[in-house]
Antibody, heavy 119, light 113 residues
Framework: QVQVVQSGSESKKPGASVKVSCKAS????????LNWVRQAPGQGLEWMGW????????TYAQGFTGRFVFSLDTSASTAYLQISSLKTEDTAVYYC????????????WGQGTLVTVSS | DIVMTQSPDSLAVSLGERATINCKSS????????????LAWYQQKPGQPPNLLIY???ARESGVPDRFSGSGSGADFSLTISSLQAEDVAVYYC?????????FGQGTKLEIK
């Protein structure tokens, strides 16, 4: 069955970097794009952007350009989110989610990765 | 960017009663090429990732109980739970995927009265 499994929680200091992984299984990795979504503590969902798993092309929402980078290792069916120069306001749960080809929207979500940024 | 506005922000409904959540977009989500509305509904329970309920505004995701239904077209949409069950307590989000960035509504918290 389709599974999207993310790496575990991270605790970082301001200015550091973090790399979150998102491993897919149960389907052909390159057949579906991946979305990234952020949820700050007690807040709603915020779409960060998406990555084309065939070409590696990326689209970032405003506010997620520069310090946020999506990447792939297709041989490992894994996507990555790297955040550099971390700020306290980056503290959030980060989700990756598979986009259903016939649905056009995210249909299988990872469990989320909590990134805590604190001095 | 397309702005998605949900109403109400919170809602308390008695068990077995109907619950309706509304979602309005700042522009039409109806494609003239395929006549589909690019609107999804998600349910999120505490400590869990969102779960897809409805896509293309009215298509129910596999495994979702048929008490959940989506309706609407253009810029006005609704999610209806026909008979509220205790397990439906959650926050519900609409999301447009018509144009990037694929924005979410602010969420509606559904509770039992």
């Amino acid at each position: 069955q389709v599974q999207v499994v993310q790496s575990g929680s991270e605790s970082k200091k301001p200015g550091a970097s973090v790399k979150v992984s998102c491993k897919a299984s149960g389907y052909r990795f390159t057949a579906h794009a991946l979305n990234w979504v952020r949820q700050a503590p007690g807040q709603g969902l915020e779409w960060m952007g998406w990555i084309n798993t065939i070409t590696g092309n990326t689209t970032y929402a405003q506010g997620f350009t520069g310090r946020f980078v999506f990447s792939l290792d297709t041989s490992a069916s894994t996507a990555y989110l790297q955040i550099s120069s971390l700020k306290t306001e980056d503290t959030a749960v980060y989700y990756c989610a598979r986009v259903g080809r016939l649905k056009g929207t995210a249909d299988s979500w990872g469990q989320g990765t909590l990134v805590t940024v604190s001095s | 960017d397309i702005v998605m506005t949900q109403s109400p922000d919170s809602l308390a409904v008695s068990l077995g009663e109907r619950a309706t959540i509304n979602c309005k977009s700042s522009q039409s989500l109806l494609s003239s090429s395929n006549y589909k509305n690019y609107l999804a509904w998600y349910q999120q329970k505490p400590g869990q990732p969102p779960n897809l309920l409805i896509y293309w505004a009215s298509a129910r995701e596999s495994g979702v109980p048929d008490r959940f239904s989506g309706s609407g077209s253009g810029a006005d949409f609704s999610l209806t739970i026909s008979s509220l069950q205790a397990e439906d307590v959650a926050v519900y989000y609409c999301q447009q995927y018509y144009s990037s960035p694929f924005t979410f509504g602010q969420g509606t918290k559904l509770e039992i009265k």
